[in-house]
Every structure is written in C-alpha cells, then in structure tokens.
C-alpha cells in the first residue's frame, strides 16, 4: 500500500496575501496543511513556520502528537521575537502512514480532513470553532452553522498559547480510499455533496486538487484556497522512479504563463484604454477596502468563551471577509460576575483600543470580587437577670 498525493493552493479572489501552507513528503508518508492567522504577513509566517517544524519532529522519529505539540511551541516562541507576530496562529491537519496500513490524522483548528470510500463522504475532523460549539450543544444545526457571521472564529489554535490540545483520528486505510485535507477557504465555499463529487469525477489527485480549487474560486473565493488530496493504491511505483522531494509551499504561486505573441496595434490601445478607466478604480478599491481593514483591525470586543470573559480584536460578527480573532482569553469565569455584568458580556461590547477593554475587564473583576466579599455582623445575646426573692423569716418568740 502506498499514498499518491497531489496538492493546490491558491490566493483566492479577495486576500492580498496567501497565508494558507502545505506540506507533501511522500518519502516518510506525510502531508499537512496549515491555514494561518495573525496580522500583516504573521499568519503566513506561522503556518510556514509550523509545517517546518511538524516535519522536522516526524523526520527525527516522534509520535504525531508530540510532533503538533512541537509544531506549537516552534509557533509561539516565533510569536515573540516581534511585536509584528504577537498573537499569530494557525491551524494544522496532518496525515502520516502508521504500520499496519493506518493513518493518522493529527488535528487542531477548523481546516478540515475527509475520507471517501467506496462511495461515502464523510468528515474526519471536529472543527475546533466557536459554532461547532453550539452546533454540538444543539443550539445550532450544521445548515445555520455553514452560513452563522461567527463561523471562522476558532476555539483552538497552534502557536497562540504555550500549549495546545491535539485530536489524533487513526484511519484503516482501504485501497481506492481518497483522503482530503483542506483549509476553510473550500468548505466555505463548496458544500460537502459538490466536493464529494469532484473527488469521485477526477480520479488523478493533482487534478482533484486543481479542479476543487478552481471551483472554490469559481463560487467567490473570499479565502485562501488550499487542498491536498491523497489516493490510496496498491500499485507499484515505475521501476527506476524515487519518491519525489519534499514539497512545502507557504503561499500558493501560479506557473509561469507561456511568452505571449506579438500583438496588433490595436489590441494593445485597446489594452490601455481599459487600463486607463481599471487602475483608477482599483486605486479608489484598495483605500477604501484598507479603510475598512483598519477600522475592523483597531478594534476590540469582549465575549464569553467556554465560560471565560474573552477579548477579540475585531468587530462581533465580522465586517465583510474580516473576522474577529482571540486577542487573549482571561481566567474570569463568567459565573464569578455579577447577573447584570455577566449579560453585559454577552452583548459583547465594543471598544476602541485594547487598553479599554482591558480597564473593563478590571472593573469586571473589581465588581466580582466585592459581590463575593460578605460581612457578617456579630449579634450579641443579652441573657436578662431574673431577681430572685429573698425571703425573711422573723425569729420565733
């Protein structure tokens, strides 16, 4: 039994910037994806930075779990060499063949892994997200959560705290099984049943991988776009072939298109008439959309999650492909606050600095801590004095 992998990643239509990551290393049967958050370029340098390590860890023998484990503190040590990667993060889904013909898939984030089997599409993965949280406490059904504003804020992330939980799945693998890792920026766009079908029309990985991220843009691509597909065969390799070299791609990079023909005079004044009228407007684009991405940047929210009072940076709900990320999670607990405070939290107000939300959150507390302060009056019992007659007795004659 041996993998055959093909992979894709691309930019999308609306991000500057790729900050997605893969990983393909045939040679020691692993592949990852990794979907990076963070400010300016820091998501794309955590997934980058995650991948190399994931590899490094596997290569030198350690258990997959121990591996993610490793991946995250390469992420958060990263994260405070400058103040420019403070907070950054990313996700990671990884497969790596076991003896025995199992994988297992490491998982931590809301990419996603899934297996297609004789026929049947089915997820892998529990997404580590806030309305993956309410969909399993029946507060939401799976349709509500594919559309919820809140959908892309994850509860779990490699490199945003010293530690992480990892999900380790193992997966018998069958021949003709095709397993697909893939960042937010497909699922988002593509429902399970159209993904399921493109993998079962193209048989060939890397045209798998190509044709869902093609579809994906097609349907808007309002995100990086990452997919790894992985064929299971029991077919030898070409006699005289070796495995290929280690792929690791930190931002997707279309080929090289072929040298064009000698165009007609015509065709090229028509080509900067357009231009003319085009750059204008990208031009007036670009401000408008970096006035929004400042605006949603700068400012801050504070929550509840998994009981904890939470401070996002962001707005709630998400302004257009902005969502809000966790600027940090404090130990308050929501069941220390006052009634009143507590659903002050929940209707999440805004502030615009971090600072503010930080002197709320001290008021929080200051409020919490004199509610549980009591002081009990000391009583003090008067026990009354009952006189007692004295009785005189005449002496007798």
Known sequence: MRLVVGAATDVGRIREIN?????????????????GMGGHRAGEVASATAL?????SVTAGHPLREAIEQANEAVFT???????????????????????????????GDS?????????????????????????????????????????????????????????YPVELHVGDRVLLCSDGL??????????????????????????????????????????VVGVTDEEPARGSSPP???????????????????????RRTVMR???WVVPVLIILGVALGAIAWYARNNYFVSANRGFVTVYQGVPGGLLWLDPTIDRRTDLRMTDLRPSDAADVRSEPTFSSAGEATAYIRRLRGRAAAATTTTVPTTTTVVPTTAVPTTTVAPGP
């Open 19 to 35: 900050e997605d990551s893969y990983l393909v290393d045939e040679s020691i049967g692993l592949v990852a994806i990794a979907d």
């Open 52 to 56: 190399e390590a994931l590899r490094a």
């Open 78 to 108: 990263k994260s405070l060499t400058g103040e420019e990667y403070n907070g950054m993060g990313t996700t990671l889904t990884v497969g790596t063949l076991a003896a025995g013909g199992t994988l297992l898939v490491g998982h931590v």
């Open 112 to 168: 996603r892994a899934y297996l297609l089997r004789d026929g049947t599409f089915r997820r892998l993965t529990n997404d580590h997200s806030r309305v993956q949280e309410l969909v399993d406490d029946g507060r939401l059904t799976a349709d509500e959560a594919a559309v919820h504003p809140m959908r892309n804020i994850v509860t779990r992330a490699v490199g945003v705290d010293p530690s992480v939980a990892v999900d380790v």
């Open 187 to 228: 699922t988002d766009m593509l429902h399970d049943d159209a993904i399921s079908n493109v993998l079962r029309r193209e048989t060939d990985p890397a045209r798998a991988a190509k044709s869902l991220v093609d579809a994906a843009n097609s349907a808007g691509g309002v995100d990086n776009i990452t997919v790894v």
């Open 245 to 267: 070299p280690p792929v690791l791609v930190a931002e997707g990079v279309s080929p090289a298109p072929a040298a064009p023909e000698p165009g007609r005079p015509s065709r």
């Open 274 to 276: 357009v231009l003319l």
